[in-house]
T-cell receptor, first 110, second 114 residues
Framework: GENVGLHLPTLSVQEGDNSIINCAYS??????FIWYKQESGKGPQFIID?????DKRQGQRVTVLLNKTVKHLSLQIAATQPGDSAVYFC?????????FGKGTRLHILP | SAVISQKPSRDICQRGTSLTIQCQVD?????MFWYRQQPGQSLTLIAT?????????ESGFVIDKFPISRPNLTFSTLTVSNMSPEDSSIYLC???????????FGQGTRLTVV
């Protein structure tokens, strides 16, 4: 079935730099796109979402961009910190269900 | 936010046996979801559990293998039946509250089948 996938499985970023995590999707019928963060040994934690009729949304240190033309979603983390080390999942919501993509592990270099 | 407690947090089980995982939420929620996360993988939705009705299973998951109970608005159980090593995974329950997409997750149950 249609699902949400990711371009890169791992990303290493210098502390203080900006991180950009990318995601491709195939289901154009999704109502929302969402980013989750999962730290080791914990369940996923909601970061930010974006409605399908928007192209940008900003939160605290994070920005999500949605390009419907090429079916691409990205998460930008400003001034990456050691606490940002985690696996990041993009997901979409459809039919009252949240469907997860494959995940990108973010490594923070000192 | 929502506080979700799962029990057990981990278990090692013999093949052929069954394990029931409990999920308790600190307030009433309409929909609860069960996910499986295999080692190094993403989360896969197993089923949606609504109070007062049978669970709705995703493709590839069946009630005989993963029976679910939802006796009230704060509690659900997932049973992994007749386990094999391939069932070794983290099982997570999830609820939604507040924002449309802000799902909350339990800490997961790490299951190892030997």
């Amino acid at each position: 079935g249609e699902n949400v996938g990711l371009h890169l499985p791992t990303l290493s970023v210098q502390e203080g730099d900006n991180s950009i995590i990318n995601c491709a999707y195939s289901n154009s019928a999704s109502d929302y796109f969402i980013w989750y963060k999962q730290e080791s040994g914990k369940g996923p934690q909601f970061i930010i979402d974006i409605r399908s009729n928007m192209d940008k949304r900003q939160g605290q240190r994070v920005t999500v961009l949605l390009n419907k033309t090429v079916k691409h979603l990205s998460l930008q983390i400003a001034a990456t910190q050691p606490g940002d080390s985690a696996v990041y999942f993009c997901a979409d919501k459809r039919d009252d269900k949240i469907i997860f993509g494959k995940g990108t592990r973010l490594h923070i270099l000192p | 936010s929502a506080v979700i407690s799962q029990k057990p947090s981990r278990d090692i089980c013999q093949r052929g046996t069954s394990l029931t995982i409990q999920c308790q939420v600190d307030s009433q929620v309409t929909m609860m979801f069960w996910y499986r996360q295999q080692p190094g993988q993403s989360l896969t939705l197993i089923a949606t559990a609504n109070q007062g009705s049978e669970a709705t299973y995703e493709s590839g998951f069946v009630i005989d293998k993963f029976p679910i109970s939802r006796p009230n608005l704060t509690f659900s159980t997932l049973t992994v039946s007749n386990m094999s090593p391939e069932d070794s995974s983290i099982y997570l329950c999830s609820v939604e509250r507040g924002a449309v997409t802000e799902a909350f997750f339990g800490q997961g149950t790490r299951l190892t089948v030997v």
